[in-house]
């Protein structure tokens, strides 16, 4: 058993350092391999389908397995599960980095993602429990939210330059000593977060959730190759319908479930994870769409393209922190109005670009779009972290993060079948692409007037 520690070093400073640490990693890897992953294919010898579960692998098993990762965070204590997940997703990098095989690589990338879903829910947990007062969370889940775009915005041109140095392994093994920092300060100066526990693990409805959720991120990722009539789409469609009832059902019957479905009696929940769904599905949408535009149609390497989005992505950290504030003072409503408001405008704008436009021109509207999501971010966070029991921060934190992960997976899933047949019909598909990720966004919009001050 371990010893306890005295409550005079615990820090709450250093625990928002660690917890966003982890964060940065988490994010990190979601943007820094596909910079790579032309050296990954000379040099493991595989194909487009092997490089494409490069990426998926992580976004797929993230996305499904986050609501288990708050429920072990609720159960077994967020910083143990916080703790535990950062050395898997560690090791796992070091893995990644000493892969010879395109199997080896994406399984090691598996084993990442179920470390990032057991991080994720329990770092927010763990800020729930060091920053009680409103504000004062306000200001930290900012300042967390923020360490993760900066990580977004440095990921494709960092990665850039150590593939270019250092080879592709090199932007996994970059991931040790960050982690191990990370997991010592965690682990050093972060008090226990409260937990449930006589709570079960509800493991039926734990499979179900895996179930419905791998099922629809199967189908979005791969109705772009094979179309929405294949069998595989098929089946991953009717895997999260069937899934997504019976989950359902599971979690309104049981004693102790992992989803209570009270959560959702609270408006602010149920709209801040509505507008998590919809900001991602524009947002990792708008990014896949326009790498392809910059690189495949405009002529740009995987580094201008880096740099292409620097703008919108460095200041993406500004607006985390601007949000933050407005959030601390006027609650999460007005931030995410505003943020998805100018979101929209944003892509609707990109919406008109062609081969011809001049990247002076691109850029306006393509701040517009990542300030204006930026905003929402730390606001709905917020509202969910807010209007929850503190004891049921990791299960609320993992259903938001859930949400946006399947979000994301949806908009690059749909936006690549858009734009994935003949180069000729590239720039017809991102117009159209572009126009549904404002309308969604202004869908959110709507939703988040219905908030209470």
């Not at 959560?263 to 769904?277: D, I, K, Q």
């Not at 990792?284 to 880096?306: D, N, W």
């Not at 999501?373 to 509202?383: C, R």
């Not at 899933?413 to 159209?432: A, E, I, K, N, Y």
Request: charged letters at 10%; a positive charge.
């Amino acid at each position: 058993m371990l010893l306890a520690k005295p409550a005079a070093s615990f820090s709450p400073a250093l625990t928002l350092a660690g917890t966003s640490l982890g964060f940065v990693l988490v994010i990190l890897d979601v943007t820094v391999v596909n910079v790579a992953l032309a050296r990954i294919e000379a040099t493991l010898g595989t194909g487009v389908a092997g490089l494409q579960w490069v990426v998926n692998a992580y976004t797929l098993v993230f996305a499904s397995l986050l609501l288990t990762g708050g429920a072990l965070g609720d159960r077994l204590g967020a910083k143990r599960v916080f703790i535990a997940g950062f050395v898997l997703f560690t090791a796992a990098s070091v893995a990644c980095g000493c892969a010879t095989s395109i199997g080896a690589l994406v399984g090691a990338r598996i084993v990442q993602g179920i470390g990032a879903a057991l991080c994720v829910p329990a770092s927010l947990a763990l800020l729930n429990a060091c920053f009680p007062e409103a504000a004062a969370r306000a200001r930290a889940v900012s300042i967390w939210a923020g360490a993760g775009g900066a990580a977004m915005a440095a990921g494709p041109v960092v990665g850039g330059l150590l593939v270019d140095r250092l080879g592709w392994p090199s932007i996994f093994f970059l991931n040790l000593p960050l982690g191990l920092v990370g997991i010592w300060l965690t682990a050093g100066f972060t008090p226990p977060a409260p937990q449930r526990r006589g709570r079960g693990l509800d493991p039926l409805g734990q499979i179900l959730a895996i179930g419905a959720l791998g099922g629809f991120t199967v189908a979005c990722i791969e109705s772009g190759p094979l179309g929405w009539q294949h069998p595989l789409v098929v089946s991953g469609l009717v895997c999260f319908v069937l899934g997504a009832a019976l989950f359902l059902r599971v979690e309104a019957t049981s004693a102790d479930p992992m989803l209570p479905l009270s959560l959702f009696r609270s408006r602010a929940v149920s709209v801040a994870c509505l507008v998590g769904l919809l900001a991602n599905f524009a947002y990792y949408g708008l990014m896949f769409v326009l790498s392809l535009f910059f690189q495949s149609a405009k002529g740009y390497s995987p580094l201008a393209t880096g740099l292409a989005f620097l703008p919108m992505t460095a200041l993406i950290t500004v607006a985390n922190l601007v949000a933050g504030r407005l959030t601390a003072r006027f609650g999460p409503k007005p931030a995410m109005v505003a943020g998805q408001a100018l979101a929209a405008v944003g892509y609707l704008a990109l919406a008109g670009i062609a081969v011809e436009t001049s990247y002076a021109a691109i850029v306006g509207p393509l701040l517009a779009a990542g300030v204006g999501v930026a905003l929402v971010v730390p606001s709905m966070t917020a509202a969910v972290l807010g209007n929850v029991a503190r004891e049921r921060a990791g299960v609320a934190s993992g259903v938001l993060n859930a949400a946006r992960q399947t979000g994301g997976v949806a908009g690059v899933g749909l936006f690549g079948s858009l734009v994935g047949g003949p180069p000729d019909t590239l720039l017809g598909g991102m117009h159209l692409a572009l126009v549904l990720a404002g309308a969604a966004l202004l869908v959110g919009c709507a939703a988040s007037l219905t908030l209470r001050r």
